[in-house]
């Protein structure tokens, strides 16, 4: 079963912040989230492992609830170049199962 | 250093073609991902390899669809009889531990 993301999409100026949620009906051991724009190939931002370990590229920060089944990403201050797609996916043996994602757009 | 790629970007085939597409992974990485992605959609799990191995083929739709990586490097995807259905963006990621590098894609357009 896919992981449920929320909110759909979001709309935000420049310098705002924001939080997309990922949740999953079975027991996570790792979530990854990656951010597609539109036409390109989706990129890395970060995976979340069982136990805390937390790895990640760029400057955006997320939370990892085992016992809830839920995965946050946090995007603050947003810059233009934040607008995109965010997916977040579970994997279990080697396969990914990902969410239809959330539209984030930042406007000037 | 060069990202996984993909060839063709687009193809349009006419139902009931047969179609090859192809992933190059980045040089070292073990572990290639094929996905499906619908318009609006979060990529769908089609198959897995390590290395030559594929471990996972459980998202493959149909037996129309076959996938290899002979040599442990490069990979083809293969969809034989195309269907309109099967019309989709079709994604390849390689890993070399847990995150995944995806190539562009080829977009598939069946006529």
């Not at chain 1, 999953?24 to 890395?44: C, I, M, N």
């Not at chain 2, 790629?5 to 009931?16: C, D, E, I, L």
């Amino acid at each position: 079963q896919q992981p449920v993301q929320s909110p759909q999409a979001v709309i935000l100026r420049e310098g705002e912040d924001a939080v997309i949620n990922c949740s999953s009906s079975k027991a996570l051991y790792s979530v990854h989230w990656y951010r597609q724009k539109h036409g390109e190939a989706p990129v890395f931002l970060m995976i979340l492992l069982k136990g805390g370990e937390q790895k990640g590229h760029e400057k955006i920060s997320a939370s990892f609830n085992e016992k809830k089944q839920q995965s946050s990403l946090y995007l603050t201050a947003s810059q233009l170049s934040y607008s995109g797609t965010y997916f977040c996916g579970t994997s279990n043996a080697g396969k990914s199962t990902f969410g239809d994602g959330t539209t984030l757009t930042v406007k000037p | 250093g060069a990202g996984v790629s993909q060839s063709p970007r687009y193809k349009v085939a006419k139902r009931g073609q047969d179609v090859a597409l192809r992933c190059d992974p980045i040089s070292g990485h073990v572990s290639l991902f094929w996905y499906q992605q619908a318009l609006g959609q979060g990529p769908e799990f089609l198959t897995y390899f390590q290395n030559e191995a594929q471990l996972d083929k459980s998202g493959l739709p149909s037996d129309r669809f076959f996938a290899e990586r002979p040599e442990g490097s490069v990979s083809t995807l293969k969809i034989q009889r195309t269907q309109q259905e099967d019309s989709a963006v079709y994604l390849c990621a390689s890993s070399a531990r847990d995150e995944q590098y995806f190539g562009p894609g080829t977009r598939l357009t069946v006529t």
